[in-house]
């Protein structure tokens, strides 16, 4: 999806990027999905298509169905999603891929949300808010920035780390090379899964339009967004060291379009 500038398709893979659904349900309640996916941004079209979908086989409220995505640049663009971002018309061969993916990426979601339902286990929810200071405004020295972590752990009955969710409002956008990656949040991911083997580590940014990292945008140095993940899953693994809040009780949603 890239900067501004950019002009041609990519032209490899740095890291291979993910989508990923987590599936949480009270007792006998209707079951909540989490999907997180390595992107820029979707249409919510998408989210709605992913949902008719799999209603034909697990009647579910559109309300009960949230998608988040880490707006990494060096992932691949989306049909109608920041269509202008190249200050200059996409060419038709360059639109034909970008359709491609997109209807290859919502197959691949509606099988996430379904693999989700069909893997649903026994398991204990609980939270905790860490900090992490990879952020810096990057319109104001000094200016605003949240340096919370929030982290959302799913514990399965023997006690094992199953899931990890966490949001952490920072733009990823430390590589600005034309190879498709994750980013630092999929560098973070990785790294919280090799921490945690069978662990599915789900990563989104939260409100962090105005927040770069402190790197700064270092083109193909990888090292730094690796640096970056790394630090990122090791201020993780403290709130998780960390008493934690347990989550009981029947899970409610709420949809509004503004």
């Known amino acids: 999806n890239g900067f501004g500038s950019r002009r ?51 009647p579910m409220a559109r309300e009960r169905v949230a998608l988040t995505y880490s707006h990494s640049h060096t992932t691949p663009k989306l049909t109608g999603v920041c269509d202008n971002i190249f200050s200059t018309p996409i060419p038709a061969e360059h639109q034909a891929h970008i359709d491609r993916y997109t209807q290859e990426l919502t197959d691949h979601l ?45 514990h399965d009955e023997a006690g094992n780390v199953r899931a990890v969710y966490i949001s952490y409002a920072c733009h990823c956008v430390t590589l600005s090379h034309n190879e498709v990656s994750g980013d630092w949040a999929g560098f973070a991911q990785e790294s919280i899964e090799r921490r945690h083997p069978g662990c599915l580590a789900l990563v989104s940014i939260g409100a962090g339009s105005d927040s770069n ?42 949809l509004a379009t503004i």
């Not at 740095?14 to 999907?35: E, F, N, S």
């Not at 996430?112 to 405004?137: F, I, T, Y």
Request: glycine residues 8%; charged residues 25%; hydrophobic residues 45%.
């Open 213 to 254: 990292p402190k790197s700064g945008v270092v083109g193909d140095n990888v090292a730094v967004a690796v640096a970056q993940g790394d630090a990122m899953a090791e201020d993780v693994d403290r709130v998780l060291e960390q008493p934690l809040r347990p989550i009981t009780g029947p899970i409610e949603a709420q």
């Open 110 to 154: 509606e099988h996430m949300v379904v693999a989700a339902l069909e893997d649903l286990r026994p398991a204990r929810l609980s939270w905790g808010v860490g900090r992490h200071d990879l952020a810096k405004n990057r319109r104001t020295e000094g200016g605003p920035v949240d340096h919370e972590l929030p982290v959302l752990v799913v």
């Open 8 to 58: 041609e398709e990519s032209t490899g893979i740095t890291q291979r990027i993910w989508a990923k659904a987590l599936a949480l349900r009270w007792r006998g309640q209707p079951p909540v999905i989490l999907l997180a996916i390595d992107s820029l941004g979707v249409r919510q079209t998408m989210v709605d298509e992913v949902v008719r979908r799999v209603n034909k086989r697990y």
